[in-house]
């Protein structure tokens, strides 16, 4: 009995895992303070030195802050001379942000579906959609999504005259990872437009927002012309979308610590990785040395009802997937199958540098205890 009773006294002091907690230090906390302490709100100073800092420390040319995802895919579509009859080309899996962005300047959507066991289209289909229904002027997202890797066919895009803007938000940081192989990737080079999202759950933080990043004078000057602030063009329209100093202020302390932020996400995802062999579930990672694992996604054999009671049991929090892009455009869902799979068989596990090493062994003993 007594036993018992210490079992039941032990589990109940078991401290729940949240799914995510900001990784924030007290010099981030100083540095919002003091911007506010001394009316740093607004008057771009802090937000242009993080901008510059950004470009610094990630090698990029030109970089323009703003307050949300959405607005940067907005700022950017608009940049491109996004018109109705251009087609955004979208993989299924990615951003929402993008989708909004595209829908609200009316232009044509293409959805792009991922393959079988995988986080991405098969190469195969992608090039022949890229010959056969892409046209000039069309643009298309690179969305690393979830961190992982792909090889996204460029050079092709290039030829047929499509607008290329990648999505790095996942895979940010490859630029400081001392590695050759990735320096040859050349991520985020092969693009017009970057765009590196700054929310809660991202790499880096300021709570909400966005970067975007490009190496052209031209579009530089354009979005910064039809954003408010000190160089809007007053003979244009303008878009209220600046990010505020004191985010930026967060910012530019997460910047000072991305190397050990991505350090420690690859080290517990690839202690996930080790510790789904020996389970009955899965992911789609396949590159351990350039993956970000911004988000880690694992497919359990079990309904979705099921696998969130027994996580809620353990008080480990998990989060299904983020949303396929056909279900905001009420499509078919008989027509993205593989998409749909990974929707209602997934579940996102945390990963945040703030886990200790017992929380992750607990989250590993818990996927290996789904049977």
């Given at each position: 009995m007594n036993s018992l009773q210490n079992y039941l006294n032990k589990k109940e002091s078991i401290k729940p895992?949240?799914?995510n907690r900001?990784?924030?230090a007290k010099e981030e906390l100083e540095a919002v303070l003091n911007c506010l302490l001394e009316d740093n709100i607004t008057s771009e100073t802090i937000t242009e030195k993080f901008e510059r800092i950004f470009c610094e420390t990630l090698n990029f040319?030109?970089?323009v802050a703003v307050n949300s995802k959405t607005s940067a895919y907005h700022l950017s579509f608009l940049?491109?001379?996004?018109?109705?009859?251009?087609?955004v080309w979208l993989i299924n899996l990615s951003s929402v942000h993008a989708l909004d962005a595209a829908r609200y300047l009316n232009a044509k959507i293409g959805l792009i579906?991922?393959?079988?066991?995988?986080?991405?289209?098969?190469?195969?289909?992608?090039?022949e959609i890229i010959n056969k229904e892409m046209k000039e002027n069309d643009i298309f997202v690179a969305d690393y999504i979830y961190g992982a890797y792909y090889k996204f066919p460029f050079d092709l895009l290039k030829s047929k005259n499509i607008k290329i803007i990648e999505d790095i938000t996942g895979i940010l940081g490859y630029q400081?990872?001392?590695?050759?192989?990735?320096?040859?990737?050349?991520?985020?080079?092969?693009?017009?437009?970057?765009?590196?999202?700054?929310?809660?759950?991202?790499?880096?933080?300021?709570?909400?927002?966005?970067?975007?990043?490009?190496?052209?004078?031209?579009?530089?000057?354009e979005i910064q012309e039809i954003c408010y602030g000190k160089y809007r063009n007053f003979n244009k329209i303008a878009y209220d979308y600046l990010l505020e100093d004191f985010q930026s202020a967060m910012g530019i302390h997460q910047l000072n610590k991305l190397g050990s932020i991505l350090t420690r996400r690859?080290?517990?995802?690839?202690?996930?990785?080790?510790?789904?062999?020996?389970?009955h579930n899965e992911t789609y990672f396949t590159n351990p040395m350039l993956d970000n694992y911004h988000k880690f996604p694992v497919l359990f054999n079990k309904p979705s009802e099921e696998v969130q009671r027994y996580f809620k049991s353990l008080k480990i929090e998990v989060q299904k997937i983020p949303m396929p892009l056909h279900k905001y455009l009420n499509y078919n869902n008989r027509d993205f199958p593989n998409s749909e799979r990974l929707y209602n068989k997934s579940f996102c596990i945390p990963i945040y540098p703030m886990l200790t090493a017992g929380n992750v062994e607990r989250i590993i003993n818990a996927i290996r205890g789904i049977i």
């Open positions: 895992i949240e799914f900001i990784y924030l040319k030109k970089a940049s491109l001379d996004l018109k109705p009859e251009n087609t579906e991922v393959d079988k066991n995988s986080f991405f289209p098969n190469p195969s289909l992608l090039e400081i990872a001392n590695n050759e192989e990735i320096e040859e990737l050349k991520i985020g080079k092969n693009s017009i437009i970057q765009i590196c999202g700054l929310y809660e759950d991202d790499i880096i933080t300021t709570g909400k927002g966005a970067i975007i990043l490009t190496e052209s004078n031209k579009i530089y000057k690859k080290k517990i995802g690839q202690k996930y990785l080790e510790g789904l062999r020996n389970s």
